[in-house]
């Protein structure tokens, strides 16, 4: 099946820093969105994004829609140990038949050391 | 409260016992989707419904069935489970598809099949 390639893995890095992750895919997408999952708990949205070159901002978080519609990028500045859990990209296809499916990128597993 | 509930949230079972897993939603969501994470994997959807008449396949759909027979409802049929479908479940709902719908997700089903 189609998967996203987002990377990177896992960082681990200081609380203050700012960090940076990315989605790439060989499909053109509608729609990124991200999401963060804290551990033992479902996915929740971060950011979505609708436009090509859409460039959007949550508190401290940044995301952008890449302009070919194939990538999407996050920013988290200034790190907090609130931060840590696994963030997802997503991707939106509407299939031939009309409806719509999502594909998830593998994940980054992010830790913030205090 | 909105929410999404999947019961159970942990079960442990053996190669070929028929299981389901069923899932609910108090948001009169039209969208509701099912998805499955391993590690490494990522998120990857399973089944999806656009409302109760439309249901379609996602990226690994293959030994799974589900039931859309009312809006609030959407189980997840295992007919013959296999150890390779031991995974971590996670039901989502969205107001409709495609666009400006934030899926909400449910606290996951870990499984476990022997």
């Known amino acids: 099946g189609q998967q996203l390639n987002q990377s990177p893995q896992s960082m681990f890095i200081q609380e203050g820093e700012d960090v940076s992750m990315n989605c790439t895919s060989s499909s053109i997408f509608n729609t990124w969105l991200w999401y963060k999952q804290d551990p033992g708990e479902g996915p929740v949205l971060l950011i979505a994004?609708?436009?090509?070159?859409e460039l959007t901002s949550n508190g401290r978080l940044t995301a952008q829609f890449g302009i070919t519609r194939k990538d999407s990028f996050l920013n988290i500045s200034a790190s907090i140990p609130s931060d840590v859990g696994i963030y997802f990209c997503a991707g939106q296809l509407k299939s031939t038949s009309g409806t719509y499916k999502y594909i998830f990128g593998t994940g980054t597993r992010l830790k913030v050391l205090a | 409260e909105a929410q999404v509930t999947q019961n159970p949230r942990y079960l442990i079972t053996v190669t070929g016992k028929k299981l389901t897993v069923t899932c609910s939603q108090n948001?009169?969501?039209?969208?509701m989707s099912w998805y499955r994470q391993d590690p490494g994997l990522g998120l990857r959807q399973i089944y999806y419904?656009?409302?109760?008449?439309?249901?379609d396949k996602g990226d690994v759909p293959e030994g799974y069935k589900v039931s859309r027979k009312e809006k609030r409802n959407f189980p997840l049929i295992l007919e013959s489970p296999s150890p390779n479908q031991t995974s971590l479940y996670f039901c989502?709902?969205?107001?409709?598809?495609?666009?400006?719908?934030?899926?909400?997700f449910g606290p996951g089903t870990r499984l476990t099949v022997l």
């Open positions: 989502a709902s969205s107001q409709g598809a495609g666009g400006y719908n934030e899926q909400f």
């Open positions: 948001m009169n969501h039209e969208y």
């Open positions: 994004l609708y436009k090509a070159g």
């Open positions: 419904s656009m409302n109760v008449e439309v249901t």
